[in-house]
C-alpha cells in the first residue's frame, strides 16, 4: 500500500509538472485523465513492462546501426557473451552492438543489451565484460524492470494513455522510443549503482572472468569524469569510488 501511495504521489506530480509546462491546448478533464494514467502505467505487470521492453528494444534498434556478426565488434562481442552467458536469471540475453563514437551501454528489462562501438573501441574485452556485468545486474535486480514502468508512467501521463492489458501495442513508434529512451537513461540511485557493481563482480567470479576488469573499466570511465564528457556514466558514483569498493573486494577475496 505504501508503494501505492507512492505512485500516486508520483503520478499527480507528474501531471502537474507537464501540465504547466505545456499548459495551453490542455483542459482539466486531460489533465486529470492523465493523472490517473500515470498511477494505472506505476501498477503494470512485469509481463507488460517486459512487452513494453521488447517493443521499445526494437524501437532503439530500428534508429541504429548495428555491428554485423562477422565485424570486429560482432565477433568481439559473442565472446564476452559467451563469457558472461545468455540467460540472467532466467532472462534470456540478446546482445548487440550499436555503432556509434558513443561511450555507452545499457540494460532494458526483457534482456536486451546493447553496447556501444566507442565504448568497445576504449576497452579490454576483460573490462566490457565487467561493464555488461553491471548492465545484467540491473536486470537481475529488478531494477531496470521499476525504470521501465515508470517512464511508461512518464509519458501516459504526458500523453493520457490508459494502461490496460497489451499497453505495448497501443503506443505508436514515437511513443514507444519515449518510453525506451526514459528507461535506459534512467538515473539510478548509488545504493543501485553499487548494488549493480557487486553483482558484476560476483558475476565475473561465479563464471570464472577476471576480476580486474571491472577496475579497468572504472579506471577508464574516471577519465570522462574528470573530462566532463557525457556519457551513460554520468548518474552512477564517481568511478574512482567505485575502482576502490572492487579493489578492496578483491584484496577482501585474497585473504
Not at 513494453?52 to 526494437?58: I, M, V
Request: aromatic fraction near 6%.
Amino acid at each position: 500500500m505504501k508503494n501505492t501511495k507512492l505512485w500516486l504521489a508520483l503520478a499527480i506530480s507528474t501531471t502537474l509538472l507537464a501540465g504547466c509546462k505545456n499548459m495551453n491546448g490542455l483542459d482539466g478533464n486531460k489533465i486529470a485523465s492523465s493523472g490517473l494514467s500515470a498511477y494505472k502505467a506505476a501498477t503494470l505487470t512485469d509481463a507488460d513492462a517486459k512487452s513494453l521492453a521488447n517493443q521499445g528494444c526494437k524501437e532503439m534498434d530500428s534508429g541504429n546501426q548495428i555491428a554485423s556478426a562477422k565485424s570486429k565488434y560482432g565477433k568481439r562481442l559473442a565472446k564476452i557473451a559467451k563469457a558472461l552467458g545468455n540467460n540472467i536469471n532466467g532472462t534470456v540475453v540478446n546482445y548487440k552492438v550499436y555503432m556509434t563514437s558513443d561511450v555507452n551501454a545499457w540494460a532494458m528489462a526483457n534482456g536486451c543489451v546493447r553496447v556501444y562501438s566507442g565504448l568497445m573501441d576504449m576497452m579490454t574485452d576483460n573490462e566490457v565484460e565487467g561493464v555488461l556485468g553491471h548492465e545484467l545486474g540491473h536486470v537481475a535486480l529488478g531494477h531496470s524492470l521499476q525504470e521501465m514502468k515508470a517512464a511508461y508512467a512518464v509519458v501516459a501521463a504526458r500523453d493520457a494513455i490508459s494502461a490496460t492489458s497489451g499497453v505495448a501495442s497501443q503506443l505508436s513508434r514515437s511513443q514507444l522510443g519515449d518510453v525506451a529512451e526514459g528507461a535506459i537513461n534512467a538515473k539510478f540511485s548509488r545504493e543501485k549503482e553499487s548494488e549493480a557493481d557487486d553483482f558484476s563482480y560476483d558475476l565475473l567470479k561465479k563464471r570464472g572472468i577476471s576480476t580486474q576488469g571491472l577496475v579497468g573499466s572504472f579506471d577508464k570511465l574516471a577519465s570522462l569524469d574528470s573530462g566532463h564528457t557525457k556519457s551513460l556514466f554520468d548518474s552512477h558514483p564517481p568511478s574512482t569510488e567505485r575502482s576502490e569498493h572492487i579493489k578492496e573486494r578483491i584484496a577482501a577475496d585474497k585473504k
